[in-house]
């Protein structure tokens, strides 16, 4: 089993839809969580950092669940722009960096 | 947020010959660098931990004598493919930490290998 495994891709919606993508990790010892975006042959780039309150920026929401151990992306009212591969990423320690990505959740979102 | 710069962006060269991929921290000191490898429509494969004035850490099944890392200062590190093949072809990432609590990574723009 992957350390972190997302949700099989690709995700193809209209234009102001509600989207959610799911990530789950297997280490418990997990402590830091992220979300990148990446668009087509560039560097994957923060979107979010997920807490455990939840935490939300414009129409983007992340939320962590420890119990059942996942995160979770939610985009409402989808642009063209959102379209991307979103990645979930995991660390077991802070301060070290050294991350586990998932595959990535690749979104188009049309017209 | 800090800046990672990665160079070459683009690299082609005949197989057999070396390329040598640079990562800087451009406006702070990283201890820790990452290089990982993408091959398309696929995640992140973290390849070696670079750690400043230390050899790097290689993940399982990467070739330490293959692709040789050099992190000789809190600001530089390099990745060198050495005899390049075909299967070699990649899109190369580095990524570095500030330091803060936060565990947040921050990437070069990628350096796409072409081996002919």
């Known amino acids: 089993r992957k350390e972190v495994e997302q949700d099989p891709g690709p995700f193809n919606v209209p234009e102001g839809a509600t989207v959610a993508f799911n990530c789950t990790y297997s280490?418990?010892?997990?402590?830091?969580f992220f979300w990148y975006r990446q668009d087509c042959r560039k560097e994957p780039k923060l979107l979010m950092s997920?807490?455990?309150s939840g935490n939300e920026d414009g129409r983007f929401t992340a939320q962590l669940n420890r119990a059942s151990q996942y995160i979770s992306l939610l985009i409402r009212d989808s642009k063209l722009s959102d379209s991307a591969t979103y990645l979930c990423?995991?660390?077991?320690?802070?301060?070290?960096?050294?991350?586990?990505f998932g595959d990535g959740t690749t979104l188009t979102v049309k017209p | 947020g800090a800046v990672v710069s990665q160079h070459p962006s683009w690299v082609i060269c005949k197989s057999g010959t070396s390329v040598k991929i640079e990562c800087r921290s451009l406006?702070?000191?990283?201890?820790?660098m990452f290089w990982y490898r993408q091959f398309p429509k696929q995640s992140l494969m973290l390849m070696a931990t670079?750690?400043?004035?230390?050899?790097?850490?290689?993940e399982q099944g990467v070739e330490k004598d293959k692709f040789l890392i050099n992190h000789a200062s809190l600001t530089l590190s390099t990745l060198t493919v050495t005899s390049a093949h075909p299967e070699d072809s990649s899109f190369y990432i580095c990524?570095?930490?500030?330091?803060?609590?936060?565990?947040?990574?921050?990437f070069g723009e990628g350096s796409r290998l072409t081996v002919l």
């Open positions: 997920v807490y455990s």
């Open positions: 990423a995991v660390t077991r320690t802070t301060n070290a960096g050294k991350s586990t």
């Open positions: 280490n418990s010892a997990s402590q830091s």
């Open positions: 990524s570095a930490t500030s330091g803060g609590d936060t565990g947040e990574l921050f």
């Open positions: 406006d702070f000191q990283a201890t820790t």
């Open positions: 670079s750690n400043e004035g230390s050899k790097a850490t290689y």
